[in-house]
């Protein structure tokens, strides 16, 4: 019931954001903001987020709501074993990458976040899915987000942290570190080694 609330005050506020942007009617520029606030309210009583910043990163936005875009790179070693990055922020463990830079296509997003925080060089190679982190066991999030998860090669370089990691690694389904869940779930590398073993399969989506 909780979790239903929060994705329906988050709706209702992404409504409400749309509204702003397309009223100039005084009155209803005033109930959009009304709106805005309770639905503010609503989710800083679900959150764990501080209230302070999930209102100040709902109100920033002004525009047409829209989903924010994450990307995950898939990288194999010999073995099958994922390449995995700890984080700084919350000492966990997920593939690399992060949201998506206005004025990079996915593949260069890919490349150029393996590279920041695993150290290492690589080739995009095939898009493995698209996944909607609301479907898929994350926890709640003040954004909507879509995961891209893509297929990469390594071409060159060291596997080392960068200035967002700890520290780099391969890791097999059977010995997984702790994962950082609002990045990375289970199931979803179990998702992703389903293509280590047949790779004609077609990518995920939903």
């Known amino acids: 019931m909780k979790n239903d609330i929060f994705e329906l005050a988050m709706q209702i506020q992404a409504y409400a954001k749309t509204g702003l942007h397309y009223v100039n009617n005084e009155y209803e520029i005033d109930r959009y903001n009304q709106i805005m606030d309770a639905t503010v309210s609503i989710i800083s009583r679900l959150s ?11 109100h920033s936005e002004t525009l047409y709501v829209t989903p924010k875009v994450d ?12 390449l995995m990055v700890k984080e700084k922020v919350d000492g966990l463990w997920t593939l690399p990458g992060g949201f998506c830079d206005v004025g990079y296509t996915p593949s260069q997003i890919a490349v150029k976040e393996t590279k920041e ?50 520290d780099v690694g391969y890791f097999g389904l059977d010995d997984l570190p702790e994962l950082s869940s609002p990045r990375i779930t289970r199931e979803q590398l ?14 995920y989506f939903d």
């Open 71 to 82: 990307l995950r790179s898939v990288v194999f070693n010999d073995a099958g074993k994922f």
């Open 48 to 58: 764990t987020e501080d209230p302070q910043k999930i209102s100040l990163a709902l």
């Open 190 to 203: 179990e998702m992703m080694q389903k293509f280590y073993e047949n790779e004609s399969m077609e990518p």
């Open 117 to 166: 925080e695993a150290g290492i060089d690589v080739e995009a190679v095939k898009l493995l899915g698209v996944l909607d982190k609301s479907k898929h066991g994350h926890p709640k999030s003040i954004y909507y987000l879509y995961t891209i998860f893509m297929l990469c090669k390594k071409t060159g370089g060291i596997e080392e942290p960068g200035m967002e990691t700890l």
